[in-house]
């Protein structure tokens, strides 16, 4: 009886976990199937974006030090046609190149110490044109950048453009790193960060979704959502932001939170450099590499993409961000 007992207790607080970690999550995902009125305008100017990087540039990273170049030129020329003023940040790894990340500032108004960070990476893998990963995240932040544009905001919300998310380069390296380790040393209030990390593929066919074992029984088997991930410290950034999500937007969401070391997928991508540096962070992304068959790939080309999709969950984060930039502490 008492080994009953025992196992019972172990299963009800594993249960308990998982809700805890996966679907205890506020609002309600409003469709099964993506549903709701589509820019084409948007689409349009997303999809420009994401053709210029893996077309007409393609892969970009430290081997390819003129591609990473253009990638960095179109970026701020695209913040500029919105009159934004990028700044380059550069650093220098020991014996190597100098690297830049890319910063646009909306100031705000009444609190403007407190900051949001909107990043995405703009290098990919040798061998790829990565245009999932991540010219997809590059587009979004571009677009973010204008719908957000002349709105009253009270805290300031920071667009960075992160150079050498992807392999060779380890967290000290990786341009997220340094941005978070000097925003650290400088005493600057990040109250959230937000990475946008592959958002662009997306098949409505059951069964094209993915997840690793202790997730993929809270979850759809079809890959037409958007996904929210973070670790436990960023469980009330999380919460706060896909709730606002889920009020602004009839597009699928799921939102997980978990130990780092139970799920180490949830930390590859440029918000782990926040949470090393104790900011709450979290990726907003299309689960790449447990949906996307051309993940890190020479296949991961613009075509095959869903810009029309990738609009109604652009515009839907451009309403999250200025809820948490609006919103109480």
């Given amino acids: 009886m008492r080994l009953f007992f025992g196992i019972t207790l ?3 607080l594993a249960i308990a976990a998982a809700i805890y970690f996966t679907v205890g999550m506020p609002g309600k995902s409003r469709n099964r199937e993506p549903a709701a009125p589509i820019d084409r305008d948007l689409e349009g100017r997303l999809r420009a974006h994401v053709q210029h990087l893996a077309e007409e540039i ?10 990473l170049e253009r990638s960095a030129r179109y970026i701020e020329r695209a913040f500029s046609a919105l009159d934004y003023k990028p700044q ?11 690297f830049f990340n890319l910063e646009s500032v909306i100031e705000g ?3 403007p110490k407190e900051i949001i960070v909107v990043g995405a990476h703009y290098d990919t893998v040798p061998g790829t044109p990565g245009a999932d990963d991540n010219a997809s995240g590059i587009a979004a932040l571009i677009e973010l950048a204008r719908l957000l544009r002349g709105q009253t905001l009270k805290r300031t919300v920071r667009f960075v453009a992160f150079v050498n998310e992807e392999e060779p380069f380890h967290s000290t390296q990786m341009g997220s790193g340094i941005y978070a380790h000097t925003a650290r040393k400088q005493g600057v209030d990040i109250i959230g960060m937000l990475s946008l990390e592959s958002i662009g593929y997306y ?3 059951p069964n094209t979704q993915r997840y690793p074992k202790i997730f993929r029984w809270f979850y759809p088997s079809t890959g037409s959502f958007v996904a929210f991930v973070g670790n436990l410290t960023s469980r009330p950034l999380l919460r706060k932001a896909i709730c606002a999500f889920r009020t602004h937007t009839a597009f699928p969401s799921e939102g997980v939170v978990a130990p780092e070391r139970l799920a180490p997928d949830i930390g590859r991508s440029d918000h782990s450099s926040f949470w090393r540096e104790a900011y709450p962070a979290i ?7 447990f949906r996307n068959p051309n993940y890190h790939r020479p296949s991961d080309t613009p075509e095959t993409l869903r ?12 309403k999250t961000i200025a809820d948490l930039a609006n919103g109480g502490a």
């Fill in 10 to 12: 172990i299963l009800t």
């Fill in 58 to 67: 393609g892969e970009r990273h430290y081997r390819h030090g003129d591609t």
């Fill in 88 to 98: 380059r940040q550069p650093y220098r790894l020991q014996g190597g190149d100098t």
């Fill in 109 to 111: 108004t009444s609190r």
């Fill in 203 to 205: 098949d409505d066919r």
């Fill in 283 to 289: 990726m907003v992304t299309d689960t790449v590499p």
């Fill in 307 to 318: 810009y029309d999709y990738m609009s109604i969950v652009v515009q839907g984060l451009a």
